[in-house]
């Protein structure tokens, strides 16, 4: 494996598959006795249950018929 100029490298397909690494995962580095980990950071429960809703609205509302509805509450 090999670094880019810019610091990046290719984690391998199998690799990937295997730990559920997918675009947007967000990853740590763990050092523990000079050896560094590369481990899936824990995802907020809320942020997962937000994520399955993108994108599904089918309100017929502008942007604007929104805000107000929000401001109103």
């Known amino acids: 494996m090999r670094v880019t100029t810019k610091g990046q490298v290719t984690i391998p397909r199998n690799v990937r598959e295997k730990l559920g690494i997918t675009p947007k995962t967000e990853l740590n580095f763990i050092e523990d006795n000079g050896r560094f980990y590369i481990v899936k950071a824990k995802e907020h ?25 929000t401001r109103n509450s």
């Open 45 to 69: 429960k809320i942020t997962r249950e937000f994520q399955k809703l993108r994108g599904i609205a089918t309100a017929q509302m502008s942007t604007n018929e929104i805000m107000n509805l």
